[in-house]
């Protein structure tokens, strides 16, 4: 006895981009940074630091 199920499967990232994100601006980081600004945090603990040369 030969019996067939079909199971129906979708993938969980149908739909969606998939891949490598792009990276950050130089304007997103600086809208981060005043955030946490606003928020009081600490931001020298903040990797998002740039030396100006």
């Known amino acids: ?3 067939s199920t079909e199971i129906s ?3 969980w990232n149908k739909g969606k981009l998939v891949g490598q994100k792009t990276p950050l ?3 997103d980081i600086w809208a981060i940074r ?4 606003l928020a009081k945090k ?3 603990s903040c990797p ?5 040369r």
């Open 1 to 3: 006895m030969n019996v």
């Open 9 to 11: 499967f979708t993938p």
């Open 25 to 27: 601006r130089l304007r």
């Open 34 to 37: 005043v955030q946490l600004q």
């Open 42 to 44: 600490d931001t020298r």
């Open 48 to 52: 998002l630091q740039f030396s100006h």
